[in-house]
């Protein structure tokens, strides 16, 4: 998973899967849209106006909760 921030559009890609796959858009409001992969599979969340939409009109802080970290 990668998380991307964008300051001068102000805007957030949360990439579920690495690989390159097609997706189509499904519009969930204005500001956030889904990026739907085959067999209906999450493949990324789009945020615009993430300041205001999750971050309550801050840069939007991130927080990883009981994950272990993986080995490579």
Do not use: F, W
Request: negative net charge; glycine residues 6%.
């Amino acid at each position: 998973m990668k998380i991307s921030y964008d300051e001068k559009y102000d805007t957030m890609y949360i990439k579920l899967i690495d690989e390159p796959v097609e997706c189509r858009t499904l519009q969930l409001s204005e500001d956030v849209a889904l990026n739907i992969g085959p067999n209906e599979k999450l493949v990324g969340i789009e945020i615009l106006d993430a300041k205001q939409v999750i971050g309550h009109g801050k840069v939007p802080s991130v927080v990883l909760d009981n994950l272990k970290q993986a080995v490579a």
